[in-house]
């Protein structure tokens, strides 16, 4: 099952804030996040394990919220940098058999204007 | 330089003839992934790899096979090509699956004729 993201597209200007949500319908056990520029191959943001597991580098950080299903990803004082398509992507239980597998998200469109 | 290479990156081919989209990192990783994006679809993951001579199904595996003979490459075949397989394609690699971070190729355009 795909998990959803919200919103599908977001527009700011530089210095605004934007949270891109990802949730899903069956159980979470970790979520990854990457940033994707037209033409280029995705780039791995972070990764959460654990429920309640917050984390982040520089002006990005990301939550994960196990008992809502659900991760957020925040970006603070964007950048024009910022700009490209983002998507979280859910991995299976490290106790199953399908824990190598990973269900990305449709993914949010970010643009960033001066 | 750490990095994953993909190859060819961009190929155009004709339904039915059998291709291989090689897929080599240098970092020894034990997790490899394919990946096929498309318009609105997003990444979908074709097959992943936890380890040498350990492969698994993703989300779309229908019409294709891999092989991990080697921990450094993860090839993707496509015994007989068809339209619906025009897509740009990701291989990806990391330590292990859980991971701080995560390597993803060049990608590989492909049309099917």
């Known amino acids: 099952q795909q998990p959803v993201q919200s919103p599908q597209a977001v527009i700011l200007r530089e210095g605004e804030d934007a949270v891109i949500n990802c949730s899903s319908s069956?159980?979470?056990?970790?979520v990854h996040w990457y940033r994707q520029k037209h033409g280029e191959a995705p780039v791995f943001l972070m990764i959460l394990l654990k429920g309640g597991e917050q984390k982040g580098h520089e002006k990005i950080s990301a939550s994960f919220n196990e008992k809502k299903q659900q991760s957020s990803l925040y970006l603070t004082a964007s950048q024009l940098s910022y700009s490209g398509t983002y998507f979280c992507?859910?991995?299976?239980?490290?106790?199953?058999?399908?824990?190598?597998?990973?269900?990305f998200g449709q993914g949010t469109i970010l643009t960033v204007h001066p | 330089e750490a990095q994953v290479t993909q190859n060819p990156r961009y190929l155009i081919t004709v339904t039915g003839k059998k291709l291989t989209v090689t897929c080599s990192q240098n970092m020894n990783h034990e997790y490899m992934s394919w990946y096929r994006q498309d318009p609105g679809l997003g990444l979908r993951q074709i097959y992943y790899s936890m380890n040498v001579e350990v492969t698994d199904k993703g989300d779309v595996p229908e019409g294709y096979k891999v092989s991990r003979k080697e921990k450094r490459n993860f090839p993707l075949i496509l015994e007989s090509p068809s339209p619906n397989q025009t897509s740009l394609y990701f291989c990806?690699?990391?330590?292990?699956?859980?991971?701080?971070?995560?390597?993803f190729g060049p990608g590989t355009r492909l049309l099917v004729l």
């Open positions: 069956k159980a979470l056990y970790s």
């Open positions: 990806a690699s990391s330590e292990h699956l859980g991971a701080e971070t995560q390597y």
């Open positions: 992507g859910t991995g299976g239980d490290a106790g199953g058999t399908s824990y190598g597998k990973l269900t």
